[in-house]
């Protein structure tokens, strides 16, 4: 039976690979483990490997988990990212208990995000979703709207703008693929001159990662490659 550490061990060579044919330094890539439908000893079992980057789609769920390491494992230095659709009567816990949302797509999510947040916890970092491929049934707004959402995020005390994130249509065309990437880091670098401070571009899952690295993600989003193969 195939190990978390064995899989991850696989992912990482696969990162590094794809990093060093960008011509990049492989730690310019961060792994998010995506660990929705997974069990918490799994992720106490990613934690002492050394990954630190979590991602939860589902709010309850990724609450019980994030109070459920902090019980389990005080001190833990893991960083809990919300990545699933945000649903206006669940920012309050989104807000309250995750580091990062990295699907924010709407102004009234932002200010409800904003509002919601403790003052006595650091600003919640925030990714902006492009929906790059135009497709009806996914989250995310169109490139041309992301210039508005973002300076209001800026504007906002309890938020930081961090960067872009995006789901890209699948597809195993590798030229497809590499297209909407390049896409994705071409809005990335006009947001950037208006915004210096972001630094994060999320796109590439396991499917992908070879041409999201090699078109600039920061971020890469790996659930089953890591974990083995959901539960829902």
Known sequence: MTTIAERLSAVSQRI???AQDAGRNP?????????????????EAALALGLRAFGENYVREGVEKIQGLAQ???????????????????TAPIAEHFDWVQSLDRAKLAQRLNDQRPSHLNPLQICIQVNISGESSKSGLAP???ETL????ASLPHLELRGLMAIPKATDDQEEQHRQFAAMKALFDRLKEKHPQIDTLSMGMSGDLEAAIMEGATMVRLGTALFGTRTD
């Open 16 to 18: 590094k690979a794809a």
């Open 27 to 43: 730690d310019s890539v961060t792994l998010l483990a995506v660990s929705k439908r997974k069990p918490l000893k799994d992720i």
């Open 72 to 90: 389990s494992r005080p001190g833990h230095g893991a960083q809990w990212h919300y990545i699933g659709p945000i649903q206006s009567n669940k």
């Open 144 to 146: 041309e709207e992301v």
């Open 150 to 153: 973002a300076a209001l995020v």
